[in-house]
């Protein structure tokens, strides 16, 4: 047992590893949605003690397979409408083994040419995709919380260097005020990366929401001095798009920095058919994006993009003896990072396959099996309580209570999962549509399924 290589060879292991995960995608639009009760006990197997010595590593991956793959959401299958979570395109995971298969540091061009050349086509792509001015420098960090943070500490520092305030070298402390101005329904992860770049979770100007969640741009404050005004493409809920025109516009009355937090919304400027929901949107200074959400490539991938690539610089170049300078885009001189695997790969293999239109309907067939299932629910009294202007469904039966036995019982049976909100006050199921591969069958199936839940909490409740 010194030499595990010698039981199972690479070249076998691999060929097992891509038999099993074959075999698992192909049978996620067949199973439960939810792994079941048995499969979560059978992860007690995963309680062993640390083995003293080496072993064949077939087994080790048996054993991820056997006890592992029951237990996990069908996320890749097409009826998981949880969180705003989206599947994985073939190609995505296949290129994801490759990308894994090479090992490559994607921290700077020395270390991968490869990623290098990637990452550049990327960028371009993604502008004209989505639009972007063309100085916009596009960098790969774990999703879009991080991109959040990237995004942000740049904003800070060149908010405060406007002012004489290096933020680099000196800290915060002591630093001048710099006012943090975002919506009432600003999603939770983007107070948590102002508390990780030091801006705080509690000191932000929150400006009161409209009853989709919209920021009410009559209401933006009066101030002066260092600013940065958070806007939201894509609220979590609802999936509504604040007014960007007006909040750019008193943004930059104020040379303010304008941030947008489109993690899966910013997509939506892929499909023309959207056109009313953006406009502006491409007038801000910074983005963050997933691409493991609404673009359907594995986990962990966000993006962050900024008008100036020189802001990201400033705030995460770093200098060391064994670091010459290197040409073109150097990740570790622009992300939190530094080593960082090559998340371009995927995302360069997705646009390629996709193309600009592919992209687009991608967007459009997920709001359209939104707008199918949102359809079903009012038809049978169902209360849809958002306008369903992208990929997000917000549904209440008759009280609080019905509706959060609802969501148990849609749960439970397995055809779909959607998860629970709370929305202005009132308990509700979010049905989020991010996947590529939802056909109206299944936007009909999971209708059924959710409404035979809701007569049968209904008749509980009447019996
Ligand atoms: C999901 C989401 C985030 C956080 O993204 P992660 O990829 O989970 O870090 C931020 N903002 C919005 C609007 C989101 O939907």
């Not at 599947?87 to 490869?114: E, K």
């Not at 960007?244 to 304008?258: D, K, L, M, T, Y």
Request: glycine letters at 8%; one cysteine or more.
């Amino acid at each position: 047992m010194s030499d595990p290589a010698a039981l199972s060879g690479p070249d076998k292991l691999l060929a097992e590893a891509a038999l099993r995960g074959r075999r698992y995608v192909g049978e996620a639009a067949a199973r439960a949605v939810r792994p079941t009760t048995d499969s979560l006990t059978g992860l007690d197997r995963f309680d062993e003690p640390l083995p003293e010595r080496a072993s064949d590593p077939m087994l080790t991956l048996s054993l991820l397979d056997e006890a592992g793959s029951a237990a996990t959401f069908a996320n890749t299958g097409p009826r998981y409408f949880g969180f705003v979570t989206g599947g994985t395109l073939p190609i995505a995971l296949a290129s994801a083994w490759l990308g894994a298969a090479w090992d490559q540091n994607a921290a700077l061009p020395v270390m991968s040419p490869v990623a290098a050349r990637l990452h550049a086509v990327v960028r371009g792509w993604l502008i004209e995709l989505l639009g972007l001015p063309p100085s916009t420098v596009a960098a790969f960090v774990s999703g879009a919380t991080m991109a959040n943070a990237t995004a942000l500490a740049a904003a800070r520092d060149d908010q405060l260097a406007r002012v004489g305030w290096d933020v680099q070298r000196q800290g915060l402390f002591g630093a001048p005020p710099l006012t943090v101005v975002a919506g009432d329904k600003a999603h939770t992860t983007l107070l948590k990366a102002l508390g990780l770049v030091g801006l705080g979770r509690d000191r932000v100007h929150r400006v009161p929401a409209d009853d989709q969640g919209r920021l009410r741009a009559d209401l933006l404050p009066d101030i002066q001095g260092p600013v940065i005004v958070c806007v939201q493409a894509g609220e979590v809920n609802t999936g509504a798009f604040d007014p960007f025109p007006q909040i750019v516009s008193w943004a930059r009355e104020r040379g303010g920095w304008v941030h947008v937090d489109g993690a899966f919304g910013l997509w939506a400027l892929a499909d023309p058919a959207r056109r009313h929901l953006v406009q502006g949107l491409t007038d801000a200074d910074s983005w963050a994006t997933d691409a493991h959400k609404w673009l359907n490539v594995t986990y962990d991938s966000g993006i962050v993009l900024l008008r100036d690539a020189e802001a990201l610089h400033r705030s995460f170049g770093s200098v060391a003896g064994y670091l010459p300078p290197d040409e073109g885009f150097e990740a570790m001189h622009h992300t939190p990072q530094s080593s960082q695997r090559a998340r371009q790969i995927e995302v360069w293999a997705v646009l390629r396959c996709l193309g600009r239109t592919g992209v687009a309907d991608l967007v459009a067939n997920s709001c359209r099996q939104a707008q199918r299932i949102a359809a079903a629910m009012t038809q049978a009294g169902l209360h849809v309580l958002n306008d369903v202007v992208l990929n997000q469904v917000l549904v209440a039966a008759h009280s609080d209570d019905a509706t959060g036995r609802l969501v148990t019982a849609v749960q439970d049976d397995g055809t779909c999962w959607c998860g629970p909100t709370v929305w202005n006050g009132r308990v509700a199921m979010r049905i989020s549509v991010s996947g590529w591969n939802t056909t109206d069958e299944d936007a009909d199936l999971s209708a059924a399924a959710i409404l035979s839940c809701a007569e049968q909490v209904s008749a509980a409740t009447s019996a």
